[in-house]
């Protein structure tokens, strides 16, 4: 006999001749421990056979949870931000959980923008908050912190450090990148850094400089981008051309990929040659940079693990297990070399 609707909990139960309450706690992570494996199987079995899908959202709402998790991200088309989101939605599906996107990238207001979706899914009765939005000032952030509820910042920290964070070790991925250009022979080297306004942005200036100190180099110059774009790394690096008229620089260390590929617009645009004339780098190894012409040398983060790690430090909170209200955690990144470095024009050995 065709069944006219999907199958309930109480046809399931009814099939196997067990309490609806049996099947409950079967069909539920936190609680399937609770059922003999041998009789687990069977509702298992009897689940694929009647073509039963449990229904999270309902039974979490009848229990008063709502097993959702707030995800705020600053602009989705940036493709630093799927492979982070397929970690976070991984890491909640495994405890029956799921993610309620909010993107805002309004940069006229992007402050408002997240306020409103804070409070649309706080409507919504999400559980806790993964935010990829933070800025070092961020007063609707903090106002959220102080309510009570819980949240895990991804990539960025709210520069008080009051907040549990997963980030990649910016510090670390400037020396790897001025390491790099440094052994390839350049000594005059240029920074496009990102908005100091963000964690990203003031941490990798700093671990730049610190980077080039340990040299004893002296940058060449530093011009930090309006935002992470393409068209602000453009404009950025115009501003790098004219001061190079006076004071030359052979290789640039950018802060994020879109500012570098922006770099490296304007620098075919004026006839300069990458890496011939000057050597790029980029930060976050994004998809799809072995595809550019030359293909970018760029710092790899780890997207996917920082989404996953987040995830799961946000679900330690709502569990109340100890060191998840305060933790941060630091991934390690690495270099990625490709064809936009090389050494500088009429170099000797290094």
């Not at 260390?253 to 304007?266: E, K, P, R, S």
Request: glycine share 8%; hydrophobic share 40%; aromatic share 4%.
């Amino acid at each position: 006999m065709t069944r006219s609707t999907a199958p309930t909990l109480q046809d399931l139960a009814k099939h196997l001749g067990v309490h609806k309450s049996t099947v409950s706690r079967a069909i539920d992570p936190a609680r399937r421990h609770l059922v003999a494996p041998d009789l687990l199987q069977r509702i298992e079995a009897a689940a694929r056979e009647l073509g039963y899908r449990p229904n999270h959202a309902a039974a979490a709402l009848s229990r008063g949870r709502s097993k959702t998790i707030g995800v705020l991200l600053p602009d989705i088309t940036n493709p630093v931000f799927p492979p982070i989101l397929r970690g976070i939605e991984d890491a909640l599906d495994e405890a029956g959980y799921f993610a309620l996107l909010a993107n805002t990238s309004r940069p006229e207001n992007s402050s408002h923008t997240a306020q409103v979706a804070v409070e649309r899914m706080q409507a919504q009765r999400v559980e806790g908050f993964l935010v990829a939005t933070a800025t070092r000032d961020d007063a609707w952030l903090e106002s959220l912190r102080q309510s009570g509820a819980q949240i895990v910042l991804i990539n960025r920290t709210d520069g008080r450090g009051h907040l549990p964070a997963v980030i990649s070790d910016d510090m670390l991925g400037m020396r790897l990148a001025v390491d790099h250009v440094v052994g390839l022979g350049h000594r005059q080297i240029a920074h496009l850094g990102g908005p100091e306004s963000l964690s990203t942005g003031l941490a990798r200036r700093m671990g730049f400089e610190q980077a080039m100190r340990e040299h004893k180099l002296k940058p060449t110059h530093i011009v930090s981008a309006e935002s992470y774009a393409i068209d602000s790394g453009d404009m950025a690096m115009q501003q790098l051309l004219a001061l190079r008229q006076k004071k030359p620089f052979t290789a640039v260390v950018t802060a994020n990929d879109l500012i570098a590929l922006g770099a490296l617009q304007a620098l075919q645009r004026a006839g300069i040659r990458v890496p011939q004339e000057v050597s790029i780098v980029g930060h976050n190894d994004m998809p799809l940079l072995d595809q550019v012409n030359p293909p970018l040398t760029s710092v790899r983060i780890q997207h996917y693990e920082m989404g996953f790690r987040a995830a799961r430090l946000l679900l330690d909170a709502l569990r109340q297990r100890p060191g998840s209200q305060d933790a941060t955690v630091v991934l390690r990144p690495q270099l990625v070399v490709r064809a936009s470095t090389s050494g500088p024009p009429h170099a000797g050995p290094a």
